[in-house]
């Protein structure tokens, strides 16, 4: 599936997780499980979550650190698939 199907699929996606101050380190292994289970997740980067970078570069090390895929980051929202 390409980018651009991914993109207007996950627009109907409904925000699963949300990453705070307690920063990435602690959704990690949540953002795995529901990688296994969905096929793209959509997640929330509040404010706070900030404090660690911007929200681009928050992104990036969240889906290295989960083997994913970032589709998109649009706002304080990022979508992930799984690769594969």
Do not use: C, W
């Not at 404090?51 to 992930?80: C, F, H, Q």
């Amino acid at each position: 599936m390409n980018k651009q199907k991914s993109r207007a699929e996950a627009t109907g996606l409904e925000t699963t997780l949300h990453i705070g101050k307690s920063g990435i380190e602690k959704v990690v292994e949540e953002l795995k499980k529901q990688l296994k289970i969905r096929k793209m997740v959509k997640v929330k980067l509040l404010k706070s979550a900030f404090l660690e970078g911007d929200k681009k570069e928050l992104a990036e090390k969240l889906a290295d650190l989960t083997g994913s895929e970032i589709i998109e980051v649009r706002g304080n929202t990022a979508v992930y698939r799984r690769k594969g």
